[in-house]
Each structure stands twice: as C-alpha cells, then as structure tokens.
C-alpha cells in the first residue's frame, strides 16, 4: 500500500530536508557550546573565590549543558541518517536515547550535590563562604546568557522538531532558575547566613531532578513505544472516510520525528482501483487530523 514519511504533529515539521536538519542542529550546538563553556568557566571562577558549594555545584549543573552539547554533536550525526536494510524506520530515536541520557545525569548530578550538602549541614566548620561584588555581578551576567540561550534553543528546537534540543533547553532553563535563586541565596549569605550555602544546594539539586523527570517524560513513551494517538481517535477518523466499513487492529508508535500506524481496513469496493482510492483517503485524512505520518493498510474484503 501507498505510505507517506513526514514528521510528528507534536513537533513542529521540520524546515528543512534531512541532511539540512543535520547541519542546523549541529550548527545550533556549537555555538551553544561556547557559549555554555564560558558559563561554566565564570561560575567554577567565583565558586572558587567564594569557597561556596553552592555555587561550584551551579557550575557542574552548568557543566552538563557543555558535555551533552558534545553528545548532541556527535549523535546528531547518526540520528539524521538514512533508514538502511538494518534500521528501515530510520535512527531517530537514537535523538530521543541522548534525551534520555541527558535526564540520567541529571539526576545523577542531584545526588551528587544533596550529599555534599548533608555534610555541610551536619558538619557546619566545613562552611566558608566568602561572597563579593564580584560573585554577585559574574552570576547575574551568566543569568543573562542562560535566558538568552534557553530562549534561542527553545526556538530551533521547536522549528526544527528536535527532541534533542528541546530537552536541553530545559535544562538550561533550570540553570536559569537556579542561579536566580543563587543569587538571592547569595545575597542572604553576604549577611552572614552561610548556613544558607548548603541548604542553596539541596534547592539546587530538587531543580536538577525536576528538569531530569520533564525529559523522562517525554522521551520515555518514544522509547517503549507507546502510543501517541489512541485508537479511538484513529478509528473515527478512518470511519468517516465513505466506503470504509469496519476499522481494527489499529496500532501507533513514534520514533520522536514521525508517527508510524498500522491498522487494518473492511471494505467493499468494487474492484481494486476502487480500493485504493480509498486507502489514499483514509492516508490524505490521517495526515489532515494528526499531522504527517506514515500508514500501513492491510485491507479485507467485508
């Protein structure tokens, strides 16, 4: 039967061809990558002179935006490649996997900080916070940079229908919540409150979680398959073409860029040319509803 491969309503339909969406995303990467580097320098700079955990776990919040930058740069490349005899829906949810990746070391990350800081906290006479005007004016520059990137990458992301870069701006929009909440965190220590350094880490590390279980979620029903359209959608859609008598076994899954469907169709044609009109409207009405998609009719007589 006829198939039509085009991409998932939930993204928007890329602008530009395979090969093209390779290049952007990576060329959105990279830039992203300088940009995250300097970041992460300035943030580990006054985390150092300040001698504050919280700050310093800011940077290595930061630090995942650069390391999964590189990861994107290099799975991009393989994510975009052609369906072969091997993988003939594609390597797209190789895109969705980094995601996924991204979320684990996220949460990762969260453990790591709320076990540095229980030991401050049981431990007051590791604490030494030392804030300065410089502290306060490099962190505000970094807030700065950070809603200037999330606002961009967002965009792409959106425009080029890439899980990839729509989970890392989430991430990167934490980042920004973080360093707000820093910064008045920081304000209070500079009164002399640095009982408040670990405690700003613990909020930190709540942030991190909650930026990892966001891509969980939309990366997950991608990988197990689940289904992003139910089949009672589907089956009214179908029915309302004319000539289409009976609708079953309807099945649907996502790779992260397209939705594949499967269904079966009962018709009573007159003959075979007849037949296919019909599958080419159930596919045209398919495509009108749910957005671009790629169907699979098997038909049986009534």
């Not at 072969?84 to 996924?100: M, N, Q, T, V, W």
Request: charged residues 20%; contains cysteine.
């Amino acid at each position: 039967m006829p198939r039509q491969e085009v991409g998932e309503r939930a993204l928007r339909k890329p602008l530009f061809p395979q090969s093209g969406y390779r290049e952007e995303v990576q060329r959105v990467l990279r830039g992203i990558l300088v940009v995250n580097v300097l970041v992460v320098l300035g943030k580990l700079l006054i985390g150092w002179r300040a001698h504050s955990l919280s700050i310093l776990s800011d940077a290595v919040h930061s630090s995942v935006d650069a390391m999964n930058n590189i990861v994107g740069l290099i799975v991009i490349r393989y994510a975009t490649a052609t369906p072969d005899a091997g993988h003939p829906y594609g390597h797209r949810k190789i895109e969705s996997l980094a995601a996924f990746t991204l979320g684990g070391v996220l949460l990762v990350t969260c453990i790591e900080i709320i076990s540095r800081a229980i030991e401050r906290l049981r431990d007051p006479s590791q604490i030494h916070v030392r804030v300065e005007p410089l502290t306060l004016m490099v962190l505000i520059a970094t807030i700065l940079v950070n809603a200037a990137v999330f606002t961009y990458e967002r965009r792409k992301g959106r425009a080029l229908g890439s899980p990839f870069l729509l989970a890392d701006a989430l991430h990167t929009r934490s980042d920004i919540l973080v360093s707000g909440a820093l910064l008045v965190g920081l304000a209070f220590i500079r009164w002399r409150l640095p009982i408040l350094d670990p405690i700003l880490a613990i909020a930190i590390s709540v942030a991190i979680a909650m930026s990892g279980w966001q891509i969980f979620a939309r990366t997950v029903p991608i990988l197990i398959d689940a289904a992003p359209v139910s089949p009672e959608r589907v089956g009214a859609i179908v029915r309302s073409v004319p000539g289409v008598e009976q609708v079953r076994d309807i099945r649907s899954r996502s790779d992260g860029e397209r939705i594949f469907l499967e269904l079966v169709l009962v018709l009573k044609p007159e003959d075979v040319r007849t037949a296919h009109e019909i599958t080419e409207q159930v596919e045209a009405r398919l495509h009108e509803a749910l957005g671009p998609c790629q169907v699979t009719i098997h038909m049986e007589p009534s």
